[in-house]
């Protein structure tokens, strides 16, 4: 592991996101492509009230059909939703208080066993004493190898918040 006293703004900088799409396999990228274009035709469909709207502002027919005719029958259907909507929204209340009052005053649930060092050294494959030198840094930049597993850390510079300076 290297360590580095000195520290430009360029070491710090990282991609905004890995994008390595030759990784996934084909189907993988298929069923993306096919749920990405499912998200934006349903997103239309959401929006098509909206586009309505602007479009009768401006004078326009956009769709064949529009929402003025329908409007008793679709308000009917508004106060229906409405009356499921809050009878759910009851329920979940009713089970909230129900949970409150059963587990009052008791904490059941408990915080996992602190990571140890010997433990995290053997999951990654490094020397305890790198595991300890990782922890102390904070920033690092790591570099993999084709299996995924850490071939070489390094420490960067670290930012000293009390005094406002960089360095390690």
Request: charged share 20%; glycine share 6%; aromatic share 12%.
């Amino acid at each position: 592991m290297a360590n580095r006293k000195e520290c430009n703004s360029d070491q710090l900088e990282l991609p905004i996101i890995i994008n390595k799409p030759q990784l996934q396999p084909r189907w993988q990228r298929g069923l993306l492509a096919v749920a990405a274009t499912f998200a934006w035709l349903l997103w239309f469909y959401l929006l098509m009230p909206v586009l309505t709207m602007v479009g009768w502002f401006f004078n326009l027919n956009l769709f064949g059909q529009t929402m003025a005719g329908e409007l008793v029958k679709r308000s009917t259907t508004l106060f229906d939703y409405s009356l499921i909507i809050g009878a759910l929204g009851s329920i979940l209340i009713i089970w909230a208080f129900y949970n409150y009052f059963r587990f009052k005053g008791r904490d059941q649930r408990s915080s996992p066993p602190p990571l140890r060092v010997e433990n995290l050294s053997r999951s990654f494959h490094l020397l305890p004493e790198q595991v300890r030198l990782i922890q102390k840094a904070q920033v690092v930049r790591v570099w993999h190898d084709e299996n995924g597993d850490i071939a070489h850390v390094e420490r960067l510079c670290c930012i000293n918040v009390h005094r406002g300076r960089l360095g390690c």
